[in-house]
């Protein structure tokens, strides 16, 4: 169907937001019951069609979507497909996600609300992966949308190394990139390692687009330094659901409560809010191939109604990673949240960007790699801070540069090769075929 899709500005206060989602719940509902799935859940029985049913509506599990790959959620016909996704997550097991064209319209307008705007002047590397996940596809369809030069850089590719997307950068004049953290992280090593200084020498790029790991405020802003002080504009969705959060010019992520309906749920109660901390619950409002009624993301958010400076009525979300990612060790209680607040809390001059933690039952290891020159003291100031801020047992250890990320990830530059069948002699026809 043809959906009539709001844009921010068609709302003045949260009363007329929720107006709005009660209008298209019906349809969303009426949509959804197309599906193999939602068809099965409500055979005998009178199913859900207004918005007072909503509440009454059983959540939509992970593993549902697993238990009907790879069709059973689907609402339309075959015919009327644009693509197909899947996404395993840590479990392995695929889940499959599709979308119309209609869908793109409105995955790719929710992905261009970024309040650094997006346009026909910008160079845009899209650094995330191409493959069966949504990132860069989703990017590069807002990319477009907005008139942008798109550069589709991927990752995870033999064809990109982390130096040829340095070079890019630099000779392209890229205005803006798409990646995730630790991403962002490794592009400034490789530019340190290639001679450039990030903070100086890319003088076009004015924002850096991220997702897909949890983003403390105090990370973000370290980020931000590395790369001479540009904003790092975090946003938050899933190859299930595209974008459902992006963030505002006072740091704050808001969901984009005009096109879905957001819910917090208490896992230990089975209770329902519309706000608190809990696990989060999104019912797309505009969707045809693949509509999902109160899906578990299973995330840990905090989701707040208060109101933000920056104007924007909008709920307020703070994503916190997915259940069960505490650790305890001694009396502590360990997440890698807080470790990362407390690494990136040391100087920016003493170059750590990358660290890793080992959570035992009696003790944490936390090793870092960090040059000569600020190694001890950073060993110091993070053995203080960790006594300081979590009282737990604790072995720190700094380690020179490239021991956790080896020089060659920074500077290779790997040819990639077409396959050849016929050979001179002398030469290694072992690669015949094989062509990485």
């Not at 719940?25 to 049913?53: C, K, N």
């Not at 477009?144 to 550069?151: K, Y």
């Not at 305890?328 to 997440?335: I, K, L, M, R, S």
């Amino acid at each position: 169907m043809s959906w009539s899709r709001p844009e921010p500005g068609d709302w003045s206060s949260p009363a007329e937001l929720a107006a709005l989602q009660r209008r298209q719940l019906p349809r969303v509902i009426a949509q959804a019951l197309r599906s193999p799935f939602y068809a099965a859940r409500y055979e005998g029985r009178t199913p859900p069609s207004t918005a007072d049913d909503f509440a009454g509506i059983e959540l939509t599990t992970k593993q549902d979507l697993r238990d009907q790959y790879p069709f059973g959620m689907l609402a339309v016909e075959r015919e009327r497909l644009a693509t197909y996704h899947e996404s395993s997550g840590t479990s392995g097991e695929p889940t499959a996600s599709y979308y119309t064209d209609e869908d793109w319209t409105d995955l790719a307008e929710r992905f261009a609300r970024k309040w650094t705007g997006i346009d026909s002047s910008d160079t845009f590397l899209v650094r995330t992966p191409y493959g069966l996940v949504i990132t860069g596809h989703l990017a590069q369809a807002a990319g477009r949308l907005r008139g942008a030069t798109v550069v589709p850089g991927d990752a995870r590719s033999l064809a990109t190394p982390l130096a040829r997307m340095v070079r890019v950068l630099k000779s392209l004049d890229v205005t803006l990139t798409w990646c995730n953290p630790t991403e962002i992280t490794m592009l400034a090593a490789a530019a340190k390692a290639a001679g450039l200084r990030p903070d100086r020498d890319f003088p076009a790029l004015r924002a850096m687009f991220t997702a897909a790991e949890p983003l403390t405020e105090v990370r973000r802003r370290r980020l931000s330094e590395i790369w001479g002080g540009i904003p790092v504009v975090e946003e938050y969705g899933s190859t299930e659901t595209g974008t459902i959060a992006g963030q505002c010019p006072e740091g704050r992520l808001h969901l984009w409560a005009d096109r879905a309906v957001f819910e917090v749920y208490d896992p230990a109660t089975g209770e329902v809010s519309a706000a608190g901390r809990g696990q989060m619950v999104v019912t797309p409002l505009y969707r045809d191939a693949m509509p999902l009624l109160r899906y578990n993301l299973a995330d840990e958010v905090e989701v707040a109604t208060d109101p933000c400076p920056c104007g924007w009525l909008l709920p307020t979300v703070t994503v916190l990673g997915r259940a069960g990612t505490e650790h305890t060790v001694g009396a502590a209680t360990v997440t890698q949240q807080r470790l990362e607040e407390i690494v990136f809390s040391l100087p920016v001059s003493y170059e750590v960007m990358f660290w890793r933690a080992m959570a035992h039952s009696d003790v944490l290891r936390l090793e870092f790699e960090a040059p000569d020159a600020t190694r001890e003291q950073a060993v110091k100031e993070l053995g203080e801070a960790l006594d300081r801020e979590l009282g737990v047992p604790h072995r720190v250890t700094g380690l020179p540069l490239g021991t956790l990320v080896p020089a060659e990830a920074l500077t290779a530059q790997r040819d990639i090769l077409k396959a050849r069948y016929l050979f001179a002699e002398g030469e290694d026809w072992d690669k015949a075929v094989m062509y990485f």
